[in-house]
Nanobody
Framework: QVQLVESGGGLVQTGGSLRLSCVAS????????MAWFRQAPGNEREFVAA????????VHKDSLKGRFTISRDNAKNTVYLQINSLKPEDTAVYYCAAVHQSTPTPPISRYDYAYWGQGTQVTVSS
């Protein structure tokens, strides 16, 4: 079992930045592939970014590249999502997800992830 707790969301103005954090417990963090997804009201949960267990490989949604950056610190059992140049359309609940995986390429489908946090709200005002 893996427990995930997100933090760092909030209300920001357009153009601002946020760094989301997700702390994992309950298993060997360094053996898990980690990801961020987001879900806006009325929308499906969508992939944002993922990072492999060994930090070597990252995947970002194409439309978010350049503004969103995923990283992890295995010593702190934490995965981060840096978001810059925030836009109102980035408003959503952001979820951290994990799966025990040792393959090099992180999956991007939500159905591939076994563990989820409770989410943190990001609201961008125009």
């Amino acid at each position: 079992q893996v427990q995930l707790v997100e933090s760092g969301g909030g209300l920001v103005q357009t153009g601002g930045s946020l760094r989301l954090s997700c702390v994992a417990s309950g298993s060997t963090f360094s053996s898990n592939t980690m990801a961020w997804f987001r879900q806006a009201p009325g929308n499906e949960r969508e992939f944002v970014a993922a990072i492999s267990w060994n930090v070597v490989n990252t995947v970002h949604k194409d439309s978010l590249k350049g503004r969103f950056t995923i990283s992890r610190d295995n010593a702190k059992n934490t995965v981060y999502l840096q978001i810059n140049s925030l836009k109102p359309e980035d408003t959503a609940v952001y979820y951290c997800a994990a799966v025990h995986q040792s393959t090099p390429t992180p999956p991007i489908s939500r159905y591939d992830y076994a563990y989820w946090g409770q989410g943190t709200q990001v609201t961008v005002s125009s």
